[in-house]
């Protein structure tokens, strides 16, 4: 096989995204489809749903009521706000990609204007605000601070996802804000559980060494060649691929070991889902340290992209078991 056959096949390998259906321009359900595709509605299942649950199944020890359901909802807008403005920001280096799921998002396509998409990004985060008012002053000043460093995220003056280790930097400040976020809707609406704090704080701890830090890194990894196409000299760019891949994979150990110590033994959690959890872990510790070695031997956008998937599916997984393993 010749190198550009290889290249179209690992283009076609990174093609199987579920939102990859073209929406179409001219239709108005194409637009609707289009709007949605920049909300990014799985990671809004995968990240707000799911943290959101796992950190008030954290503090309080149990499920929390239905009443909950709103504050859940603020998170996805607030979030949906900022993958949208995200994809704004992103048009440069996602009009070089050679991965279909960057380089047929809808600004890119054109299914969506930019105009729309300020629109939509500003309604987004004018509504979670709004709600977040309507929770309680510290929600409220806590989905303030996350509607602002997410719009520093993508836009001057800091511009935070093409600077490196400021990516990470951000996305661990935004799970340590939204654990906030969430502890003051416990104290305005609920109870803590008895000496929480030391567990809680060192579940979200590992959380964040594992997602905020490992998974951020995978996907850099990811995006190098348009992040580098673009301009953007994020942390992949400024290491290599072969220290992106090391890191990323030590960083998902130390997160994972710290997670399920949390888990395990400092909330005392030893039943089937811990269990699970543990499993789930070394398995994908092995599946992890495979991709790394093919990404150090030679970097591979397919293997880029199995091990950035490889992140978001375990993550999502350990926090439904980890609100399982106090039930």
């Not at 949605?36 to 799985?42: E, G, T, Y």
């Not at 930019?114 to 510290?138: D, H």
């Not at 092995?286 to 880029?304: G, H, I, M, P």
Request: charged share 15%.
């Amino acid at each position: 096989m010749t190198s550009t056959q290889q290249a179209a096949a690992t283009d076609d390998d990174a093609r199987f995204d579920w939102h990859l259906v073209d929406p179409g321009k001219g239709s108005l359900g194409g637009k609707l489809v289009g709007h949605i595709r920049l909300a990014r509605p799985a990671q809004l299942i995968w990240l707000d749903i799911c943290l959101s649950l796992c950190i008030f199944v954290g503090i309080v020890g149990e499920m929390p009521p239905a009443f909950y359901l709103w504050f859940v909802l603020t998170a996805v807008l607030i979030d949906a706000g900022a993958c949208t403005l995200n994809d704004i920001g992103d048009l440069d280096s996602d009009k070089k990609s050679t991965e279909g799921n960057r380089s047929e998002r809808p600004l890119v396509t054109g299914s969506v204007t930019r105009q729309a998409a300020w629109f939509q990004g500003i309604a987004l985060f004018a509504a979670g605000i709004i709600l977040a008012a309507w929770l309680s002053p510290w929600v409220l000043l806590f989905a303030l601070l996350l509607v602002l460093i997410s719009y520093q995220y993508s836009f001057p003056p800091m511009r935070m996802d093409a600077r490196p280790y400021i990516q990470q930097l951000f996305w661990f400040t935004f799970g340590i804000l939204y654990f906030l976020a969430v502890y003051s809707f416990v104290i305005a609406y609920s109870q803590p559980m008895e000496d929480f704090l030391i567990a809680a704080v060192s579940m979200i701890i590992g959380v964040q060494v594992f997602a905020a830090l490992g998974e951020t890194l995978a996907k850099d990894l990811r995006d190098l060649d348009n992040d580098r196409a673009g301009g953007k000299y994020t942390t992949s760019v400024h290491l290599g691929p072969k220290r992106t891949a090391r890191y990323a994979f030590y960083l998902s150990c130390a997160g994972l070991s710290i997670w399920i110590y949390a888990i395990i033994v400092l909330y005392g959690n030893w039943g089937p889902a811990a269990l699970v959890m543990a499993v789930i872990a070394i398995l994908w510790t092995f599946v992890a340290f495979r991709l790394v070695s093919e990404l150090t031997d030679q970097y591979s956008k397919s293997s880029a992209r199995k091990l950035h998937l490889g992140f978001i599916s375990v993550f999502a997984l350990l926090l439904i078991l980890s609100m399982l393993s106090f039930v």
